[in-house]
């Protein structure tokens, strides 16, 4: 096991360069890479420094930026916002299944709350680890950023680890399959004791954490750089909506100037109120203004143009930034609109089955090792088996008759059967819309002798014409 440590202990050193980055695209996607004092205490030293968005306004601006940053801007986020949009694959609702078994016991909504705000970090971060646990009988969750853990993942199957490593605090949690540590530093020599385990051992067998990267790792355990189209945009976009604000302030309209002595000829500070009045005393004194009014309309158009370029070659309609087209869609065009992002969802749905059944199987372990103590006696055993993850509609819902509309049209066309118009409409089960549909064609047959909407067929009679006789007076 020191070897392990050892290991470890090699790859957070490695990590250092990965952890800023990753915390720097954090800072982006929670929103902390600004604050008006300036400075924020780093998560990693806790020593007040630069934010983020202070730091790149320093960059370009290196002798305005304290001004600037006072209208700093974040406020579009192409970071967090493409990311929620495209992770809602959890935000309707979805069924799991074991067996083909409901378990409610672990489909709660705990779960579904903890995976809807999981799905889009992993996206942003590119991964993110959940910890599945039991206090006082409930299953909980707790989660871990990429930028706070190193891992040693298995060589032979990437998405199991042998061992991680993650900061909590000041400490370090170490899990391999064997033993369970907690450091008061990173040089792992002497773990804090605890008096319940004091020989660190581990009670699950394995290691009770589960990697949920954004995509299956190739090549490479981490994805760092994944998401970071969408970082810089963000933070680009936040640089030019600041200058423009900047821009709004000092060339949104004509700049007064006044010419004199100071204080002899007018008031120094008359200028800055428009609310006083101007008077110029001396005789050479003058006032006039400048016209250094910039395109403000033209400079926020050009912004969200290059914005909804960014968010096009994700799958997303770059209307919804620029904001061109705000008249009522109908269902279909919207679908249209959507396709390549529902493209993007539905390759995450698959990716997440897998994390599901992984996430399911070390969680039926760690219940089954903590259900022996007195305060989780509550719990029951999790079957063992496949997990089945049944995921919600994300795609934008055809009005009703919309969707009769298209389900005729198909019926005629002969591109679909009665029964699968009735399960998709009606819900249905195979079976009961099976005996509907022969109940409907019965119906149909009875009805083409009785109703007068379905008459029967007239049976062909030979009709003989007689010709009028013609009178030769009326000739």
């Known amino acids: 096991m020191i070897e392990i440590l050892k290991q470890l202990k090699n790859a957070i050193g490695r990590d250092k360069e990965r952890h800023l980055y990753i915390e720097n695209v954090w800072n982006v996607y929670s929103g902390s890479w600004e604050d008006s004092s300036l400075t924020t205490p780093t998560l990693r030293s806790g020593k007040p420094s630069k934010s983020l968005i202070m730091k790149e306004l320093e960059k370009r601006f290196p002798v305005t930026w304290k001004k600037l940053a006072r209208n700093a801007d974040t406020s579009i986020n192409l970071l967090r916002w493409a990311s929620s949009k495209v992770g809602n694959i959890y935000d309707v609702p979805t069924t799991r299944l074991v067996n083909d078994e409901e378990v409610p016991q672990y489909d709660t909504a705990i779960l579904q709350q903890t995976l809807s705000q999981l799905v889009p970090l992993s996206y942003a971060l590119r991964n993110m680890f959940i910890r599945p646990m039991v206090v006082e009988g ?7 950023r990429p930028d706070q853990a190193t891992v040693l993942p298995d060589p032979l199957n990437p998405r199991k680890l042998l061992a991680i490593a993650y900061k909590v605090g000041t400490r370090y949690v170490v899990w391999t399959k064997e033993n369970h540590w907690v450091f008061g530093s990173q040089d792992f020599n002497n773990p804090i004791l605890n008096p319940e385990n004091p020989n660190n051992v581990n009670p699950y067998g394995i290691v009770p954490v589960v990697s949920v990267p954004n995509d299956f790792p190739i090549g490479s355990f981490w994805d760092t750089f994944g998401s970071n189209e969408l970082y810089t945009s963000s933070i680009e976009t936040a640089i030019a909506l600041t200058d423009l604000r900047r821009l709004q302030q000092v060339a949104s309209h004509k700049q007064p100037y006044l010419k004199g002595d100071p204080d002899k000829d007018f008031d120094r500070f008359a ?3 428009p609310a006083n009045p ?3 005393r001396g005789k050479e004194a003058t006032a006039g203004v400048l016209d250094l009014k910039a395109d403000l309309q033209q400079g926020m158009s050009t912004i969200l143009k290059i914005a909804g370029a960014v968010l096009s070659f994700m799958g997303f309609n770059p209307k919804i930034v620029t904001g061109e087209s705000a008249s009522p869609q109908s269902g279909f065009a919207i ?11 539905d390759k995450l749905r698959t990716t997440w089955t897998l994390h599901e059944q992984s996430l399911y199987s070390v969680t039926r372990q760690v219940v089954e090792v903590e259900r022996l103590h007195p305060e989780n006696s509550s719990l029951e055993s999790l ?25 005729h049209s198909r019926l005629q066309g002969g591109t679909t059967t009665l029964v699968d118009v009735l399960m998709e409409l009606d819900g249905l089960s195979k ?6 549909a022969l109940e409907i064609e019965e119906y149909k047959n009875r009805s083409a002798v009785t109703s007068t909407f379905f008459p029967p067929p007239m049976e062909e009679t030979e009709e003989t014409i007689e010709e009028p006789e013609v009178n030769e007076e009326d000739i």
Request: hydrophobic fraction near 40%.
């Open 383 to 407: 079957p063992e088996g496949q997990i089945t993850t049944l995921f919600g509609d994300t795609s934008n819902p055809l009005s009703p008759q919309e969707e009769k509309d298209y389900w």
């Open 278 to 280: 101007i008077i110029l």
């Open 431 to 436: 079976e009961s819309a099976e005996e509907k």
């Open 138 to 144: 409930e299953i909980l969750y707790d989660v871990i």
């Open 271 to 273: 200028i800055l109120d």
């Open 335 to 345: 679908l249209l609109q959507n396709a390549d992002l529902e493209a993007v969802r």
